[in-house]
């Protein structure tokens, strides 16, 4: 099959949080030996929010040369709390978020299209967002974007 390969990773972290990846190699190596393997388009999708997909963004486009894609949920999660999985519940500060709680982290309409401009500025193609994406979400990302 002749068919373009599209393998976008999930950014994980590890209890100490330093892996990113199971195989305990930097993740924008990893999407260089998928590149150079002959993925059309490699990057990221799920778990983190623009905040914490950013920083890893910027890695990617200094490891790849191809085609890059950007997926983030459209949750507030930050340095200390990377993904949506560990994001604490807002009242209790003790009990996790997710899976019930995840919108009171709900990012902005403004801050995903502030998102889909910078990934656009990386020259990041291949956009879209994950799980917790709204219609007001996809407009102002659409709309960024001059769409």
Same mark, same amino acid.
Request: hydrophobic share 40%.
């Given at each position: 099959?002749?068919?373009?390969?599209?393998?976008?990773?999930?950014?994980?972290?590890?209890?100490?949080?330093?892996?990113?990846? #199971?195989?305990?190699?930097?993740?924008?190596?990893?999407?260089? !030996?998928?590149? #150079?393997?002959?993925?059309? !388009?490699?990057?990221?999708? +799920?778990?983190? $929010?623009? &905040?914490?997909?950013?920083?890893?963004?910027? *890695?990617?486009?200094?490891? +790849?040369?191809? @085609?890059?894609?950007?997926?983030?949920?459209?949750?507030?999660?930050?340095?200390?709390? *990377?993904?949506?999985?560990?994001? *604490?519940?807002?009242?209790?500060?003790? *009990?996790?978020?997710?899976?019930?709680?995840?919108?009171? @982290?709900?990012? =902005?309409?403004? &801050?995903?299209?502030?998102?889909?401009?910078?990934?656009?500025?990386? #020259?990041?193609?291949?956009?879209?967002? +994950? +799980?917790?994406? =709204?219609?007001? @979400?996809?407009? =102002?990302?659409?709309?960024?974007? $001059?769409?």
């Amino acid at each position: 099959a002749n068919l373009p390969a599209v393998v976008p990773l999930t950014p994980m972290l590890d209890e100490d949080k330093t892996r990113e990846t #199971d195989q305990d190699i930097p993740i924008e190596q990893a999407l260089r !030996v998928l590149e #150079d393997r002959g993925a059309d !388009v490699v990057g990221f999708n +799920c778990w983190r $929010g623009p &905040s914490t997909m950013l920083p890893i963004m910027k *890695k990617a486009r200094q490891a +790849c040369r191809g @085609h890059l894609a950007a997926l983030p949920v459209p949750f507030r999660t930050t340095p200390e709390q *990377k993904t949506m999985f560990v994001l *604490k519940d807002l009242a209790t500060q003790t *009990k996790l978020a997710f899976p019930s709680n995840l919108d009171e @982290h709900l990012e =902005s309409r403004r &801050s995903m299209a502030e998102f889909a401009v910078a990934a656009r500025e990386l #020259d990041f193609k291949y956009l879209g967002i +994950c +799980c917790g994406n =709204s219609p007001g @979400h996809m407009r =102002s990302f659409a709309e960024a974007l $001059g769409r």
